[in-house]
């Protein structure tokens, strides 16, 4: 456990009738988590057979399944969880933090990865990706989506959510850094899930035609 | 909080980034017609000056926690690798090649280095004197 000093805590928490006044007890936790990194490796294994075999089925798979973890995350993240996070008080947020983030830093880069692999594997074998299909402007338009999202997640987001972490396993967590990267995170979180709302546009879209 | 002042690593960082992703967007944009390459080599070329010039100003930096940047920058980098090899595999099995493959993995190299320098960046600016990572 590690105690930060918050000086505005709302008495209205467990954590803080157990911690002495003015600390917030942060809960012991993994930056990342280890026993989650072989389910990263299957996953990544079964990406590269599944590109590898090049079979319709498996691509498809991975693309619709990791896809639409993809966007319901970002959606439910951005638009429902954001929201409720930044009315959290600062011992549930930190607690709420410390349980999520880590977890993030896993599902979200596999999650990408396996949508854009397979997606583009995928549009290869259907000849979706050529310039000789019908709706190719909609196809260019979610790469044009999908790389303002990936923009502002590798440049923004996973940053901020990695350094959030790393400040929270100090002995002395500073208040301020943490809300002023919770906040990064949270508003970069909305914004992509906005833009989610693009990408089931574009994709039914698609599917449709 | 360090209110010390810093370069513009984040913003030129995601500058990079964009061009990269500009520079992927006019490639796949043209398949399988051919692509003249230079406006790609020219995205590249400007991303990869931006990722020296960011490499430059970071390391100019008065007291920088370069133990905390490369504590952090190296496991990322490492999970990027990975990453950034699944995404080169699937241009390979498409049978991508000649300058085109080339751009395409020197844009993947600038991605893989660019986002841990960023991500080592963003945790080591708060670095300061109250305490290291206990785990």
Redesign the interface.
């Known amino acids: 456990m590690t105690d930060i000093a918050i000086p505005a805590a709302r008495p209205d928490t467990k954590h803080e009738t157990e911690a002495p006044p003015g600390a917030i007890e942060i809960p012991d936790f993994q930056i990342v988590p280890r026993r989650g990194l072989v389910l990263v490796a299957i996953v990544l294994v079964a990406l590269i057979v599944a590109i590898a075999v090049n079979k319709l089925w498996p691509l498809t798979f991975f693309h619709v399944a990791f896809g639409a973890a993809w966007t319901i995350i970002d959606l439910f993240l951005g638009l429902v969880l954001g929201p409720i996070m930044g009315k959290m008080s600062v011992p549930a947020r930190i607690e709420f933090t410390t349980r999520l983030m880590p977890k993030m830093l896993l599902i979200m880069p596999v999650v990408v990865t396996a949508t854009l692999a397979a997606g583009w594997q995928l549009g290869v074998h259907e000849g979706t990706v050529l310039t000789s299909y019908p709706q190719h402007a909609w196809v260019v338009a979610s790469f044009i989506v999908v790389g303002v999202m990936s923009v502002l997640a590798l440049g923004l987001l996973e940053p901020a959510n990695i350094a959030v972490l790393v400040e929270l396993k100090k002995p002395r967590p500073n208040p301020q850094v943490i809300e002023q990267l919770m906040k990064r995170f949270i508003y970069c979180a909305g914004i992509l899930g906005i833009m989610q709302v693009a990408t089931l546009v574009i994709m039914t879209k698609l599917a449709s035609s | 909080?360090?209110e010390r002042p810093l370069p513009p690593v984040?913003q030129l960082?995601?500058l990079s980034?964009?061009l990269i992703?500009?520079g992927?967007?006019y490639l796949?944009?043209?398949?399988?017609?051919h692509v003249p390459l230079g406006p790609a080599v020219a995205l590249l070329a400007a991303s990869a000056l931006l990722l020296v010039i960011n490499v430059i100003l970071l390391s100019r930096v008065p007291d920088f926690d370069w133990d905390?940047f490369f504590q952090?920058a190296r496991?990322?980098m490492l999970?990027y690798l990975?990453?950034a090899g699944?995404?080169l595999?699937?241009f390979l099995?498409?049978h991508v090649r000649g300058g085109t493959l080339v751009v395409l993995t020197l844009s993947i190299a600038v991605?893989a280095v660019h986002?841990p320098l960023?991500?080592g960046?963003?945790?080591a600016r708060?670095s300061?004197d109250?305490?290291?990572?206990?785990?």
Not at chain 2, 130 to 135: F, I, M, N
Request: glycine share 6%; charged share 10%; proline share 2%.
């Open positions: 909080m360090n984040t960082a995601m980034l964009s992703v500009i992927g967007i796949s944009a043209h398949l399988p017609k905390r952090v496991w990322s999970a990975v990453i699944v995404i595999y699937a099995q498409d991605f986002v960023l991500v960046f963003t945790v708060y300061g109250e305490g290291r990572v206990a785990a």
